[in-house]
């Protein structure tokens, strides 16, 4: 429901433009267009959609009352489609829009033929980037079942990015550690009163260096590393598995 919302918005947003450039056209006001920002109203009878262009461009170009300019870009509505049902000034100048109903027909028929790809696609070559929160679930307002399923999502997510991280973390110690060991044993002095071969000492084990044997086994925190690597892997797998089977009983009590 949210994506066709969103669907219809973007082409109220178009009209929205093209008439505002009309407006501009006439003279009402000078300067680049601001965003134009739509919002669902709260209370079905002001409409399908919301917005307080007018608002923002009276206090801009100084016409008093903003409903005025509300009034001028009602009357220039750039409209071909047949988007717009309804146009209501409301308040100080807000413009209520009331989308047709065919509009909202024809939307519902795009979703169900597109099925589980609606919405999907590449983004675009100026796609902003966004944060999006992985549940956001407002005590005060409606929850759905996709609050639960992005809830899931994420923790799965910030599993996997624990597990990339430690990996990526230790196995950059590792590798840090093996090169100090290598520079360690191959930048010797010539010129040194005791003559040594270039060496690389004990990675992991026991070594015999000229005259010495030297030792390299993990100590308390590269076992505790490796250990914390391993649980995020299991629990991961772990929540995986479990959302898995559940996923697997709710299907077959539904076909039952």
């Known amino acids: 429901m949210k994506g066709m919302v969103w669907a219809v918005s973007k082409r109220l947003e178009r009209v929205l433009v093209r008439t505002l450039e009309a407006v501009r056209a006439d003279g009402a006001f000078s300067g680049d267009l601001p965003p134009v920002v739509l919002e669902r109203p709260k209370r079905p009878e002001h409409g399908d959609q919301s917005t307080n262009i007018a608002l923002v461009l009276a206090n801009r170009a100084g016409i008093k009352p903003p409903r005025k300019l509300a009034e001028h870009i009602r009357s220039r509505l750039d409209d071909p489609e047949g988007l717009v049902a309804a146009v209501e000034i409301a ?109 690389t000492p004990a990675i992991f084990g026991t070594k015999q260096i000229a005259n010495f044997t030297v030792s390299s086994y993990p100590r308390g925190a590269s076992v505790m590393i490796a250990a914390f690597v391993t649980g995020v892997c299991v629990v991961a797998v772990w929540v995986l598995l479990r959302g898995r089977n559940q996923a697997l009983r709710e299907a077959r009590t539904g076909a039952t």
Not at 98 to 120: K, M, T, Y
Not at 131 to 141: F, K, Q, R
Not at 176 to 191: A, E, S, T
């Open 91 to 199: 308040g100080p100048g807000f413009l209520n829009f009331r989308i047709a109903d065919r509009v909202w027909r024809d939307a519902l028929g795009e979703v169900l033929a597109a099925g589980a790809d609606f919405g999907r696609g590449p983004p675009g070559r100026d796609a902003p980037r966004v944060l999006i929160e992985y549940v956001s679930a407002n005590p005060t307002g409606p929850l759905h079942v996709g609050h639960g399923r992005c809830a899931a999502i994420g923790d799965v997510r910030i599993l996997v990015d624990l597990a990339v991280l430690s990996t990526y973390v230790s196995l950059f110690s590792l590798s840090r550690f093996i090169y100090r060991m290598y520079v360690l044993g191959h930048n010797l002095d010539p010129q040194a009163a005791m003559k040594v071969e270039p060496f």
